[in-house]
């Protein structure tokens, strides 16, 4: 099992920048693939991000390519949503999730989530 706690979440104006970072507890945490999601009020979740085991592969939303960027440092446990040029409908709580043995895919089987980190960006 795993825990995952994120945090770096906040207020900016439009166009400015956050990084989430999402920690891990667990000794297995290079073997998850990992996924970012957000969800706005009144709207469905959305995924956002996603990244393999490795690293190697990543996939992004529609809404947030060519702006935001998933990374992980599996030493540390922790896998990261670089978010740049944010603009108010980014607005939302954004989740970590965890998907044992997975690619990282919108699709994917994440049984594990982290609480939420609220993400506001004001116009």
């Known amino acids: 099992q795993v825990q995952l706690v994120e945090s770096g979440g906040g207020l900016v104006q439009t166009g400015g920048s956050l990084r989430l970072s999402c920690a891990a507890s667990?000794?297995?945490?290079?073997?998850?693939?990992m996924g970012w999601f957000r969800q706005a009020p009144g709207k469905e979740r959305e995924f956002v991000a996603g990244?393999?085991?490795?690293?190697?592969?990543?996939y992004y939303g529609d809404s947030v390519k060519g702006r935001f960027t998933i990374s992980r440092d599996n030493a540390k446990n922790t896998v990261y949503l670089q978010m740049n040029s944010l603009k108010p409908e980014d607005t939302a709580v954004y989740y970590c999730a965890a998907e044992n043995y997975g690619l990282g895919l919108p699709g994917g089987e994440y049984h594990y989530w982290g609480q939420g980190t609220q993400v506001t960006v004001s116009s």
């Open positions: 990244i393999s085991w490795s690293g190697r592969s990543t």
């Open positions: 667990g000794r297995t945490f290079s073997t998850y693939a």
